[in-house]
């Protein structure tokens, strides 16, 4: 079965640096890739996904992610925190024909001004 | 607009009572799900329905039980069962049963007291 690993719970960084949120996958074909993000007391929003085509993938709010097969990863990368960016950031995968999504553990962004 | 509507926001049950929550969506999406959240463990699957009438147990099925009979509707009722039903719930919705472009909720509170 597939299964996501985000391996930092909690994550803090000053506003205007640079952010990276790590996202492994195991899945033995190609996966199709998202990342979701979660204000307090509310639903799940898309940032951006992939399916298959270019490696990095642009999504909303200035985020993108970089798809390496050789390391089964789908890091999320923004070149400047804003303090709005504050939330909680969840990887998840789907299978090829699949119709449900495993979401990993999510990792607590917290921007320091 | 179109989009998911989860009520009540915030549910309070006794111990040994049943609880029902509700899901509709305007999106004409075909496929719907509810998702059990709880700190630090990400989002768990409870239920799924691809198509009217018919639906699945996720991972976690045990406690809960759903009904499709509208493709609107897919309301999540709580049972006495669940031995432990604090959390905040879920639904999400997808234009086609791949689950490939999910619409949440803002999600169901819901707390035994």
């Known amino acids: 079965a597939q299964s996501v690993t985000q391996p930092d719970i909690h994550i803090t960084v000053s506003e205007g640096a640079s952010l990276e949120l790590r996202c492994n996958y195991s899945y033995g074909a190609t996966p199709y890739l998202f990342w979701y993000v979660q204000s307090p007391g509310q639903g799940l929003q898309l940032l951006l996904k992939?399916?298959?085509?270019?490696?990095l993938v642009q999504g909303i709010k200035g985020f993108e992610a970089e798809f390496k097969r050789s390391q089964s990863s789908f890091n999320l990368r923004k070149p400047s925190v804003h303090w709005s960016d504050a939330a909680e950031y969840f990887c998840?995968?789907?299978?090829?024909?699949?119709?449900?999504?495993?979401f990993g553990t999510g990792t607590q962004l917290k921007v320091e001004l | 607009d179109g989009g998911i509507t989860q009520s009540p926001k915030y549910l309070f049950r006794k111990e040994g009572q049943n609880v029902t929550l509700s899901c509709e969506q305007n999106l004409n999406h075909d496929a719907m799900y509810w998702y059990r959240q709880d700190p630090g463990q990400g989002l768990r699957l409870i239920y799924y329905?691809?198509?009217?009438?018919?639906?699945q147990k996720g991972d976690i099925a045990e406690g809960y039980s759903v009904s499709r009979e509208k493709k609107e509707s897919f309301p999540l009722t709580v049972t006495s069962a669940q031995k432990n039903p604090t959390a905040f719930y879920l639904c999400a919705s997808s234009i086609d049963p791949g689950g490939l472009g999910y619409t949440f909720g803002s999600g169901t509170r819901l707390t035994v007291v």
């Open positions: 998840a995968v789907a299978t090829g024909g699949g119709n449900k999504l495993t």
């Open positions: 329905s691809q198509i009217v009438n018919d639906f």
């Open positions: 992939y399916f298959s085509g270019d490696t």
